[in-house]
Protein backbone atom coordinates (compact mmCIF):
# COMPACT_ATOMS: atom_id res chain seq x y z
CA UNK A 1 0.00 0.00 0.00
CA UNK A 2 1.18 3.39 -0.93
CA UNK A 3 2.27 5.61 2.21
CA UNK A 4 -1.06 8.02 2.27
CA UNK A 5 -0.07 11.77 1.68
CA UNK A 6 -1.09 14.32 4.51
CA UNK A 7 -3.34 17.23 3.50
CA UNK A 8 -1.48 20.65 2.42
CA UNK A 9 1.47 18.41 1.44
CA UNK A 10 1.87 19.91 -1.88
CA UNK A 11 1.98 23.11 -0.31
CA UNK A 12 4.94 25.19 -0.61
CA UNK A 13 5.69 26.13 3.46
CA UNK A 14 5.48 29.10 4.64
CA UNK A 15 9.14 31.03 5.45
CA UNK A 16 9.59 31.21 9.44
CA UNK A 17 11.56 33.89 9.86
CA UNK A 18 13.43 34.08 13.39
CA UNK A 19 16.30 35.39 14.79
CA UNK A 20 19.95 33.68 13.50
CA UNK A 21 21.46 31.09 15.82
CA UNK A 22 24.08 33.54 18.07
CA UNK A 23 27.40 32.31 17.84
CA UNK A 24 29.16 31.84 21.42
CA UNK A 25 31.17 34.53 22.37
CA UNK A 26 34.78 33.72 22.45
CA UNK A 27 35.20 35.32 25.87
CA UNK A 28 32.36 32.15 26.67
CA UNK A 29 34.97 29.47 24.74
CA UNK A 30 37.88 26.71 26.68
CA UNK A 31 39.78 24.25 24.13
CA UNK A 32 41.32 21.30 25.76
CA UNK A 33 43.93 20.09 23.14
CA UNK A 34 45.20 16.44 24.20
CA UNK A 35 48.48 15.47 21.86
CA UNK A 36 49.28 11.59 22.54
CA UNK A 37 51.04 8.76 20.97
CA UNK A 38 49.10 7.68 18.84
CA UNK A 39 46.52 10.71 18.83
CA UNK A 40 45.63 14.32 18.34
CA UNK A 41 42.15 15.34 19.90
CA UNK A 42 41.02 18.65 20.90
CA UNK A 43 37.00 20.00 22.50
CA UNK A 44 36.17 23.18 22.19
CA UNK A 45 33.30 24.18 24.37
CA UNK A 46 31.17 26.54 26.61
CA UNK A 47 30.22 26.26 30.27
CA UNK A 48 26.71 24.98 30.91
CA UNK A 49 25.40 24.74 34.29
CA UNK A 50 27.65 22.13 36.08
CA UNK A 51 28.95 20.79 32.89
CA UNK A 52 30.10 22.19 29.42
CA UNK A 53 28.43 22.20 25.37
CA UNK A 54 30.78 21.38 23.13
CA UNK A 55 31.08 24.01 20.06
CA UNK A 56 33.52 22.16 17.96
CA UNK A 57 36.00 18.36 18.12
CA UNK A 58 38.99 17.01 16.14
CA UNK A 59 40.53 13.97 16.50
CA UNK A 60 43.30 11.73 14.12
CA UNK A 61 45.54 9.53 14.62
CA UNK A 62 48.61 10.87 13.77
CA UNK A 63 51.03 7.82 15.29
CA UNK A 64 53.14 10.62 17.00
CA UNK A 65 55.33 7.87 18.71
CA UNK A 66 55.96 5.41 15.94
CA UNK A 67 59.47 4.06 16.51
CA UNK A 68 60.08 6.14 19.78
CA UNK A 69 60.58 2.28 21.83
CA UNK A 70 64.12 1.73 19.26
CA UNK A 71 65.29 4.93 18.43
CA UNK A 72 64.35 7.03 21.70
CA UNK A 73 63.49 10.25 19.18
CA UNK A 74 60.45 11.04 17.02
CA UNK A 75 60.49 10.55 13.77
CA UNK A 76 60.33 12.97 10.78
CA UNK A 77 57.25 11.14 9.53
CA UNK A 78 55.49 11.41 12.80
CA UNK A 79 56.17 14.95 13.41
CA UNK A 80 55.22 15.70 9.85
CA UNK A 81 51.71 13.98 10.33
CA UNK A 82 51.31 15.74 13.47
CA UNK A 83 52.16 19.15 12.53
CA UNK A 84 49.62 18.76 9.66
CA UNK A 85 46.93 17.86 12.14
CA UNK A 86 47.61 20.77 14.58
CA UNK A 87 47.38 23.34 11.71
CA UNK A 88 43.03 22.13 11.49
CA UNK A 89 43.32 22.82 15.21
CA UNK A 90 44.99 25.92 14.75
CA UNK A 91 42.06 26.60 12.44
CA UNK A 92 39.53 25.61 14.19
CA UNK A 93 40.78 27.78 17.04
CA UNK A 94 40.99 30.79 14.99
CA UNK A 95 37.57 30.14 13.39
CA UNK A 96 36.20 30.50 16.78
CA UNK A 97 38.53 33.26 17.95
CA UNK A 98 38.95 31.09 21.31
CA UNK A 99 40.76 32.61 23.97
CA UNK A 100 41.23 30.47 27.08
CA UNK A 101 43.05 27.15 26.09
CA UNK A 102 45.19 24.78 27.20
CA UNK A 103 47.39 22.26 24.79
CA UNK A 104 49.35 20.17 25.99
CA UNK A 105 51.40 17.07 25.10
CA UNK A 106 51.71 13.67 27.06
CA UNK A 107 54.04 10.56 26.69
CA UNK A 108 55.65 10.21 23.67
CA UNK A 109 56.66 13.92 23.89
CA UNK A 110 58.26 13.30 27.82
CA UNK A 111 60.28 10.35 26.64
CA UNK A 112 61.30 11.79 23.18
CA UNK A 113 64.98 13.08 22.94
CA UNK A 114 63.85 15.99 20.16
CA UNK A 115 61.24 16.47 21.84
CA UNK A 116 62.02 20.33 21.92
CA UNK A 117 62.70 20.37 18.38
CA UNK A 118 59.24 19.01 17.58
CA UNK A 119 57.63 21.74 20.32
CA UNK A 120 59.69 24.29 18.53
CA UNK A 121 58.46 23.29 15.35
CA UNK A 122 55.03 23.40 15.93
CA UNK A 123 55.12 27.36 17.74
CA UNK A 124 57.46 27.63 14.13
CA UNK A 125 54.68 26.32 11.40
CA UNK A 126 51.03 26.65 13.80
CA UNK A 127 51.72 29.45 16.17
CA UNK A 128 50.86 26.87 18.73
CA UNK A 129 52.07 26.73 21.88
CA UNK A 130 52.33 23.05 23.53
CA UNK A 131 53.18 22.39 27.40
CA UNK A 132 54.39 18.81 27.67
CA UNK A 133 52.76 17.79 30.88
CA UNK A 134 54.24 15.55 34.01
CA UNK A 135 52.12 12.31 34.90
CA UNK A 136 50.49 13.15 38.07
CA UNK A 137 49.02 16.60 36.33
CA UNK A 138 48.08 13.60 33.27
CA UNK A 139 46.16 11.18 36.28
CA UNK A 140 44.87 14.32 38.03
CA UNK A 141 42.84 15.26 34.76
CA UNK A 142 41.72 12.20 33.65
CA UNK A 143 40.02 11.69 37.62
CA UNK A 144 38.70 14.94 36.72
CA UNK A 145 36.90 14.46 33.72
CA UNK A 146 35.25 11.01 35.48
CA UNK A 147 34.13 12.90 38.43
CA UNK A 148 30.23 12.99 36.78
CA UNK A 149 30.16 9.14 36.30
CA UNK A 150 31.27 7.89 40.56
CA UNK A 151 28.61 6.73 42.44
CA UNK A 152 27.45 8.24 45.68
CA UNK A 153 27.80 4.79 47.09
CA UNK A 154 31.41 4.52 46.27
CA UNK A 155 33.96 4.73 49.48
CA UNK A 156 36.90 3.29 47.14
CA UNK A 157 37.52 4.54 43.43
CA UNK A 158 39.93 3.21 41.09
CA UNK A 159 40.57 5.58 38.00
CA UNK A 160 42.47 4.19 35.04
CA UNK A 161 43.03 6.24 31.87
CA UNK A 162 44.99 3.68 29.26
CA UNK A 163 46.75 5.50 27.06
CA UNK A 164 49.02 5.36 23.65
CA UNK A 165 52.35 5.42 25.60
CA UNK A 166 51.33 5.22 29.20
CA UNK A 167 48.88 4.24 31.52
CA UNK A 168 47.81 5.87 34.98
CA UNK A 169 46.27 4.41 37.90
CA UNK A 170 45.03 6.52 40.81
CA UNK A 171 43.11 5.10 43.95
CA UNK A 172 40.75 7.24 45.64
CA UNK A 173 39.54 6.63 49.40
CA UNK A 174 35.92 8.39 49.43
CA UNK A 175 34.46 7.07 52.59
CA UNK A 176 35.17 10.23 54.52
CA UNK A 177 33.37 12.42 52.18
CA UNK A 178 29.44 12.77 52.29
CA UNK A 179 27.59 11.04 49.58
CA UNK A 180 26.29 13.81 47.66
CA UNK A 181 29.58 15.74 47.50
CA UNK A 182 31.85 13.02 46.16
CA UNK A 183 31.58 13.80 43.28
CA UNK A 184 32.91 17.53 43.65
CA UNK A 185 35.55 16.35 45.89
CA UNK A 186 36.72 14.66 42.93
CA UNK A 187 36.41 17.63 40.63
CA UNK A 188 38.35 19.78 43.26
CA UNK A 189 41.36 17.12 42.49
CA UNK A 190 42.85 19.04 39.80
CA UNK A 191 44.49 21.55 42.17
CA UNK A 192 46.42 18.59 43.13
CA UNK A 193 46.75 14.91 45.05
CA UNK A 194 47.56 16.63 48.61
CA UNK A 195 44.53 18.29 49.82
CA UNK A 196 45.09 18.60 53.41
CA UNK A 197 44.51 22.68 53.37
CA UNK A 198 41.05 22.04 51.27
CA UNK A 199 37.99 23.18 54.04
CA UNK A 200 35.79 21.33 51.90
CA UNK A 201 35.21 17.19 51.99
CA UNK A 202 38.55 15.76 50.74
CA UNK A 203 39.27 13.25 48.56
CA UNK A 204 42.20 10.99 49.01
CA UNK A 205 44.28 9.77 46.97
CA UNK A 206 45.51 6.57 48.47
CA UNK A 207 48.41 5.46 45.55
CA UNK A 208 48.41 6.68 41.99
CA UNK A 209 51.04 5.48 39.17
CA UNK A 210 52.07 6.19 35.75
CA UNK A 211 53.18 2.87 34.24
CA UNK A 212 54.71 3.80 30.67
CA UNK A 213 53.40 1.11 28.83
CA UNK A 214 50.10 2.14 26.87
CA UNK A 215 48.73 0.36 23.58
CA UNK A 216 51.54 1.76 21.34
CA UNK A 217 54.38 0.86 23.64
CA UNK A 218 52.89 -2.48 24.68
CA UNK A 219 52.32 -3.25 21.18
CA UNK A 220 56.29 -2.55 20.16
CA UNK A 221 57.53 -4.57 23.10
CA UNK A 222 55.92 -7.84 21.64
CA UNK A 223 55.84 -7.30 18.08
CA UNK A 224 58.09 -9.47 17.09
CA UNK A 225 55.89 -12.33 18.41
CA UNK A 226 53.84 -13.77 15.78
CA UNK A 227 51.47 -16.31 17.84
CA UNK A 228 48.33 -14.13 18.36
CA UNK A 229 47.15 -15.53 21.23
CA UNK A 230 50.55 -15.78 22.89
CA UNK A 231 51.79 -12.57 22.29
CA UNK A 232 48.62 -11.45 23.97
CA UNK A 233 49.04 -13.13 26.70
CA UNK A 234 52.35 -12.01 26.94
CA UNK A 235 51.25 -8.86 26.68
CA UNK A 236 48.74 -9.04 29.81
CA UNK A 237 51.54 -10.95 31.93
CA UNK A 238 54.10 -8.36 31.24
CA UNK A 239 51.82 -5.21 32.21
CA UNK A 240 50.52 -6.86 35.66
CA UNK A 241 54.76 -7.30 36.13
CA UNK A 242 55.10 -3.66 35.91
CA UNK A 243 52.03 -2.92 39.20
CA UNK A 244 54.05 -4.42 41.80
CA UNK A 245 55.00 -0.79 43.14
CA UNK A 246 51.22 -0.22 43.21
CA UNK A 247 49.54 -2.26 45.95
CA UNK A 248 46.95 -0.35 47.91
CA UNK A 249 44.27 -3.42 47.02
CA UNK A 250 45.99 -6.24 48.36
CA UNK A 251 44.18 -6.62 51.82
CA UNK A 252 40.88 -4.77 50.48
CA UNK A 253 37.70 -7.62 50.29
CA UNK A 254 35.42 -6.94 47.00
CA UNK A 255 32.45 -5.60 47.85
CA UNK A 256 30.03 -3.10 46.93
CA UNK A 257 30.99 -0.02 47.44
CA UNK A 258 34.25 -0.05 45.37
CA UNK A 259 34.23 1.38 41.91
CA UNK A 260 36.74 1.33 39.09
CA UNK A 261 36.06 4.03 36.03
CA UNK A 262 37.89 2.85 32.63
CA UNK A 263 38.58 5.70 30.36
CA UNK A 264 40.23 5.11 27.26
CA UNK A 265 39.59 4.61 23.39
CA UNK A 266 40.09 0.43 24.43
CA UNK A 267 37.30 0.59 27.18
CA UNK A 268 34.85 2.60 25.15
CA UNK A 269 35.69 0.21 21.84
CA UNK A 270 35.06 -3.34 23.99
CA UNK A 271 32.13 -1.66 25.28
CA UNK A 272 30.80 -1.08 21.41
CA UNK A 273 31.89 -4.32 20.57
CA UNK A 274 29.66 -5.90 23.64
CA UNK A 275 26.37 -3.79 22.40
CA UNK A 276 26.81 -5.06 19.21
CA UNK A 277 27.13 -1.56 18.22
CA UNK A 278 27.92 -1.22 13.92
CA UNK A 279 27.90 2.50 14.02
CA UNK A 280 29.84 4.19 17.03
CA UNK A 281 27.11 6.10 19.84
CA UNK A 282 28.67 7.92 22.80
CA UNK A 283 25.34 8.13 24.49
CA UNK A 284 25.35 4.26 24.91
CA UNK A 285 28.89 3.44 25.92
CA UNK A 286 29.85 6.69 28.24
CA UNK A 287 28.70 5.53 32.18
CA UNK A 288 28.12 1.65 30.57
CA UNK A 289 28.75 -0.53 32.99
CA UNK A 290 30.23 -3.84 32.11
CA UNK A 291 31.25 -7.04 34.05
CA UNK A 292 34.46 -8.92 34.28
CA UNK A 293 32.59 -11.92 32.22
CA UNK A 294 30.88 -9.04 29.52
CA UNK A 295 34.49 -7.98 29.02
CA UNK A 296 36.20 -11.63 28.78
CA UNK A 297 33.88 -12.50 26.29
CA UNK A 298 34.17 -9.50 23.70
CA UNK A 299 38.34 -10.06 24.37
CA UNK A 300 37.91 -13.96 23.63
CA UNK A 301 36.03 -12.74 20.94
CA UNK A 302 38.59 -10.83 19.23
CA UNK A 303 40.99 -13.57 19.70
CA UNK A 304 38.73 -16.12 17.73
CA UNK A 305 38.73 -13.66 14.51
CA UNK A 306 42.38 -12.94 14.27
CA UNK A 307 44.20 -9.88 12.65
CA UNK A 308 42.53 -10.25 9.72
CA UNK A 309 39.15 -10.28 11.13
CA UNK A 310 39.85 -7.64 13.67
CA UNK A 311 40.78 -5.60 10.12
CA UNK A 312 37.60 -6.34 8.87
CA UNK A 313 35.38 -5.76 12.16
CA UNK A 314 33.45 -2.44 11.74
CA UNK A 315 32.97 -2.21 15.42
CA UNK A 316 36.62 -2.29 16.13
CA UNK A 317 37.42 0.28 12.95
CA UNK A 318 40.93 0.86 10.92
CA UNK A 319 42.60 3.14 13.50
CA UNK A 320 41.90 0.80 16.20
CA UNK A 321 42.60 -2.59 14.97
CA UNK A 322 46.79 -2.69 15.56
CA UNK A 323 46.04 -1.12 18.87
CA UNK A 324 43.08 -3.11 20.31
CA UNK A 325 44.81 -6.41 21.45
CA UNK A 326 47.52 -4.55 23.18
CA UNK A 327 44.63 -2.19 25.44
CA UNK A 328 42.50 -5.56 25.85
CA UNK A 329 45.64 -7.31 27.35
CA UNK A 330 45.74 -4.18 30.04
CA UNK A 331 42.12 -3.98 30.57
CA UNK A 332 42.28 -8.18 31.17
CA UNK A 333 45.10 -7.39 33.39
CA UNK A 334 43.50 -4.88 35.68
CA UNK A 335 39.89 -6.89 36.22
CA UNK A 336 42.19 -10.37 37.31
CA UNK A 337 43.59 -7.60 40.09
CA UNK A 338 41.01 -5.62 41.82
CA UNK A 339 37.75 -6.60 44.37
CA UNK A 340 34.95 -5.78 41.46
CA UNK A 341 33.72 -7.72 38.78
CA UNK A 342 32.82 -4.79 36.89
CA UNK A 343 33.82 -1.79 35.01
CA UNK A 344 32.27 1.76 34.60
CA UNK A 345 32.86 2.97 30.95
CA UNK A 346 33.74 6.42 30.78
CA UNK A 347 34.06 7.92 26.95
CA UNK A 348 35.85 11.19 28.19
CA UNK A 349 39.48 11.35 28.97
CA UNK A 350 42.38 14.05 29.76
CA UNK A 351 40.48 16.95 27.37
CA UNK A 352 37.55 16.86 29.53
CA UNK A 353 39.44 16.94 32.43
CA UNK A 354 41.34 20.43 31.11
CA UNK A 355 38.11 21.77 30.24
CA UNK A 356 36.88 20.95 33.75
CA UNK A 357 40.00 21.91 35.33
CA UNK A 358 39.94 25.51 33.09
CA UNK A 359 36.09 26.15 33.87
CA UNK A 360 36.52 25.45 37.55
CA UNK A 361 39.11 27.83 38.10
CA UNK A 362 37.83 30.40 36.58
CA UNK A 363 34.13 30.00 38.21
CA UNK A 364 32.04 29.85 35.70
CA UNK A 365 30.33 26.25 36.17
CA UNK A 366 27.12 26.12 38.42
CA UNK A 367 27.03 24.03 41.49
CA UNK A 368 25.18 20.94 41.85
CA UNK A 369 25.28 17.52 40.76
CA UNK A 370 27.28 17.04 37.37
Request: charged share 25%; glycine share 8%.
Amino acid sequence: MAPRRSKGAGAFPKAVEGPAPKRPDPAALYAALDLGTNSCRMLIAQPKGSGFHVVDSFSKSVQLGTGLEKSGNLSGGSMTRTVQALRICQQKLKKHKVRNMRLVATEACRRAKNAHVFIDRVRRETGLRLEIIEPEQEARLAVVSCAPLVSTKTEQLLVVDIGGGSTELVWIDLASVPKRDRPSAIMRLHTGFNQTDNPFPVAKVVDWISVPLGVATLRDHFSDVEDDAARFALMSWFFEENLNDFAPYRDLQAHDRFQIVGTSGTVTTVAASHLGLRRYDRTKVDGLRMTSEQIDKVIRGYLDLGPSGRRADPRIGQDRQALIMSGSAILQALMRLWPTDRLSVADRGLREGLLYAQMSAHGVLEDGAF
